[in-house]
């Protein structure tokens, strides 16, 4: 079993920002992608950011240059700094990673944060 706990959610003004963490926990043998998705009140879930194992990274056009994605493998952890934050950037936020225990690789999913940019 695999948990992923993540934290840093909150509420924040237009403009401002705030960093989210990430970390996975339980049996684990290696973890290659990490990332975070996004779901709005009404809408599909939308992948926001990933990070490879070996550092690769892309983003959602909608948040390039403003999100920051990066891990710290020796503590199975993902992070996602967001910066400049935006009224629609308004959601909950989900970790994801790509695990494998021993036997195949297997994503697991957090449990979710709230993300709410408002005045």
């Known amino acids: 079993q695999v948990q992923l706990v993540e934290s840093g959610g909150g509420l924040v003004q237009p403009g401002g920002s705030l960093r989210l963490s990430c970390a996975a926990s339980g049996t684990i043998v290696r973890i290659d992608a990490m990332g975070w998705a996004r779901q709005a009140p009404g809408k599909q879930r939308e992948l926001v950011a990933t990070?490879?194992?070996?550092?690769?990274?892309n983003y959602a056009d909608s948040v390039k240059g403003r999100f920051t994605v990066s891990r710290d493998n020796a503590k199975n952890t993902v992070y996602l700094q967001m910066n400049s934050l935006k009224p629609e950037d308004t959601a909950v936020y989900f970790c994801?990673?790509?695990?494998?225990?021993?036997?195949?690789?297997?994503?697991?999913w957090g449990q979710g944060t709230q993300v709410t940019v408002s005045s």
């Open positions: 990070i490879t194992s070996g550092g690769s990274i």
């Open positions: 994801s990673a790509d695990v494998d225990s021993g036997h195949r690789y297997t994503r697991y």
